[in-house]
């Protein structure tokens, strides 16, 4: 039985799921094969134009259109920041940075924000995304950490080292332990450097 939007008192009727993104770019093959060891995806679909890929049983998450001559990303323009995606615990979280890392492939900026613990990736072409795990057991708790006074004094969150988060989940100290965002004081975009 397929899925329906989910339709609140308010008569808006609402998607039930984000199905995927596209993405143009003139580095084609680079571009599939970043996201295929990235994503750990695989095509379902691709010709000299158009790859689709997907890492589940979705048809496509992503797409990536091949389109010639297109210029390089440049800061300071609005758009997209990043895309983000969740996994199951930080020890998946963690696994998955040490995979990418021995293939050469860095975050761009690791922090706890406090709901969740993040590591911030940009992919050739520079588009971001984030890989992240929740802090929190429900989305209740999370929310509830948006209205805390911590949030309030340092609403970015605190940088952490993903080696030495590794160095200790292997010493046995316990994830919910390792997922506790420090309280370091008052923290604003110009004391972080987001990508």
Do not use: C
Not at 6 to 15: F, K, N
Not at 91 to 109: N, Q, T
Not at 132 to 150: A, G, P
Not at 170 to 195: F, I, M, S, T, Y
């Amino acid at each position: 039985m397929a899925a329906s939007a989910t339709t609140l008192s308010d008569g808006i009727a609402r998607p039930v799921k984000l199905a995927h993104f596209v993405l143009r770019s003139s580095r084609y093959a680079e571009i599939v094969a970043w996201y295929q060891l990235v994503l750990g995806m695989r095509s379902v679909f691709a010709n000299d134009l158009l790859t689709f890929l997907t890492y589940d049983d979705e048809h496509h998450r992503v797409a990536i259109l091949n389109v010639p001559d297109l210029g390089q990303q440049t800061g300071g323009i609005a758009g997209v920041h990043h895309i983000a995606f969740t996994y199951g615990s930080l020890s998946e979280l963690l696994a998955h940075y040490e995979r990418l890392r021995d293939h050469g492939i860095k975050p761009v900026f690791v922090i706890n924000h406090g709901p969740t613990t993040s590591m911030y990736y940009a992919d050739p072409d520079g588009n971001q995304l984030e890989f992240q795990v929740e802090n929190y057991d429900s989305v209740v708790e999370s929310t509830k950490f948006f209205y805390s006074e911590e949030f309030a004094e340092n609403p970015i969150g605190v940088e952490f080292d993903p080696e030495d988060l590794i160095a200790r989940l292997r010493a046995g100290e316990p994830e919910a332990q390792l997922k506790k965002r420090p309280r370091v004081g008052a923290k604003g975009l110009a004391d972080v450097k987001l990508v």
